[in-house]
């Protein structure tokens, strides 16, 4: 359980302060295969904000099949 704390520690920090601190990510990304893609804010949290949903829908369900474990 300290792993998936320390991994939502790790991803909020970081989710965070992409939030509160700043003002604008702006650039293109450019595949191996030549097709570029345009880049900001959102796409900079989604990676981090798709994980952090992942696990917290994931803890109801580690801890039920905890609690299970011990009846």
Excluded: H, K, N
């Excluded at 939030?19 to 900001?40: H, K, L, N, P, W």
Aim: charged share 25%; glycine share 6%; aromatic share 4%.
């Amino acid at each position: 359980m300290f792993a998936l704390s320390l991994a939502q520690r790790v991803l909020s920090r970081r989710v965070r302060a992409v939030r509160r601190q700043v003002r604008s990510i702006e650039g293109r990304v450019v595949y191996a295969d030549g097709t570029m893609e345009d880049i900001g804010r959102a796409w900079a949290l989604a990676a981090d904000e798709r994980a952090l949903l992942l696990l917290a829908c994931a803890m109801p369900g580690l801890s039920i099949a905890a609690l299970l474990t011990r009846v």
